[in-house]
């Protein structure tokens, strides 16, 4: 069964980085993209990127370009969301999604909770 | 960027109601709106995409209609596991974006 599996819960301080993985099996990891939604407490969603694995190429939101950075590594089906120059308004919770092929995301990840805080 | 609007934000209902949240876009998406349930703590969960497609294992009392720029989710008898937060999402453009949400309680 197709599951995305994703990191543990991260506490940063303003200014640094996060890493979030995202562990990709029941599926061939490279024959579909990955988008990255984020949910801050009690908000809606926001979509922030998305990755092609076999390729590499990506898309980010305009908000996001130049903080967010989106890799692979196909040899352990996992993609990596790095969030840069982090602040108090990117506390929230993280998902990466599957899209399907055909422009929706059928499969997420649990959500990894990212609390930036001094 | 896309400007998803949901009506209502929140809404009461009863087990077996008939429950209808719209969805406007800020200009015409085609068919390209999908729908997401979202249980507290829990991932969203994909009901309906491109409009009206029933995604595999969700109950047939969901259906989705509408293009251009008026979308709606209907549930056509309420069940207790059916109360959560719904949201609709244009993939017709990025930035991808979602309403607001809306939130059906139990009366």
């Known amino acids: 069964q197709v599951q995305l599996v994703q990191s543990g819960a991260e506490v940063k301080k303003p200014g640094a980085s996060v890493k979030v993985s995202c562990k990709a099996s029941g599926y061939t990891f490279t024959s579909y993209d990955i988008n990255w939604v984020r949910q801050a407490t009690g908000q809606g969603l926001e979509w922030m990127g998305w990755m092609n694995p076999n390729s590499g190429n990506t898309g980010y939101a305009q908000k996001f370009q130049g903080r967010v950075t989106m890799t692979r590594n196909t040899s352990i089906s996992t993609a990596y969301m790095e969030l840069s120059s982090l602040r108090s308004e990117d506390t929230a919770v993280y998902y990466c999604?599957?899209?399907?092929?055909?422009?929706?995301?059928?499969?997420w990840g649990q959500g990894t909770l990212v609390t930036v805080s001094s | 960027d896309i400007q998803m609007t949901q009506s209502p934000s929140s809404l009461s209902a009863s087990v077996g109601d008939r429950v209808t949240i719209t969805c406007r876009a800020s200009?015409?998406?085609?068919?390209?709106l999908n729908w997401y349930q979202q249980k507290p703590g829990k991932a969203p969960k994909l009901l309906i995409y491109?409009?009206?497609s029933l995604q595999s294992g969700v109950p047939s009392r969901f259906s989705g209609s509408g293009s251009g720029t008026d979308f709606t989710l209907t549930i056509s008898s309420l069940q207790p596991e059916d109360f959560a937060t719904y949201y609709c999402q244009q993939s017709y453009s990025t930035p991808q974006t979602f309403g607001q949400g809306t939130r059906l309680e139990i009366k």
């Open positions: 491109a409009a009206s």
């Open positions: 999604a599957r899209n399907s092929g055909w422009d929706h995301f059928d499969y």
């Open positions: 200009q015409s998406i085609s068919s390209y």
